[in-house]
């Protein structure tokens, strides 16, 4: 069993529209993450929930909304898509304050 | 606040040989510091942590790091490579403010050579 997986692992959309990506954990975590590498390989935390409160926001624009509806799923949405949002996006997991992340596989957006 | 800086954006080494990845922060406080793995297309993975316990951290596949507080340091390094080391490192430092937002350094890539 995937421990953090993530859906799309692809998505290709033109500029403007809106997509999601999805994500669950079952490793009983309390506290989930979106991560956001560009072309560079720099990863960059954007938000991450615990147990379904948001504990950490970015300077990320606000067409990006997470919503955690339990603490085993964490989606984000983003509307309005622009091209410099094309990058690869990571969810992870982990008890609070561990430090030891569990990573998804990624979901790499490209906008055209 | 607090800060990692990786030395070496690539480093190359022939298979049998060492490896070391070498990575300084920044912190006020004691840190928790961490190295990850990237291999090409897939997630990270955690390969070994510091939190001020031992200062020789031993991690999966062989790896190692050793920190220094008075040089700042904290290099990865592995007797031998092999050709599946090759990927990404990413040395990390945890913000001392809370709620686990780990800061991550600019990575190395290493590429192992027959």
């Known amino acids: 069993d995937t421990a953090v997986s993530q859906t799309p692992k692809y998505l290709v959309t033109q500029m403007g529209n809106d997509k999601s990506i999805k994500c669950e954990q079952n490793?009983?975590?309390?506290?989930m993450y979106w991560y956001k590498q560009d072309s560079k390989k720099f990863l960059k935390i954007m938000f991450s929930y615990n147990n379904k409160e948001l504990i950490i926001n970015e300077t990320v624009p606000n067409r990006f909304s997470p919503k955690s509806p339990d603490k085993a799923h964490l989606n984000l949405h983003i509307n309005s898509l622009e091209l410099g949002d094309s990058a690869v996006y990571f969810c992870a997991s982990s008890q609070r304050n561990t430090g030891e992340l569990f990573f998804g596989e990624g979901s790499r957006l490209t906008v055209l | 606040a607090q800060s990692v800086t990786q030395l070496d954006s690539h480093v190359s080494v022939s298979e049998g040989t060492p490896v070391l990845l070498r990575c300084n922060y920044s912190?006020?406080?004691?840190?928790?510091l961490f190295w990850y793995v990237q291999h090409p297309n897939k997630g990270l993975q955690l390969l070994l942590k510091?939190?001020?316990?031992?200062?020789l951290v031993k991690g999966i596949n062989g790896f190692e790091a050793e920190f220094k507080k008075s040089e700042t340091s904290f290099h990865l390094t592995k007797p031998s490579a092999h050709m599946s080391d090759a990927a990404e490192y990413f040395c990390v430092v945890r913000f001392s403010g809370g709620y686990n937002k780990l800061i991550f350094g600019a990575g190395t890539r290493l590429a192992v050579h027959p």
């Open positions: 510091y939190t001020s316990a031992a200062t």
């Open positions: 912190s006020s406080y004691s840190p928790s």
């Open positions: 490793l009983g975590h309390d506290t």
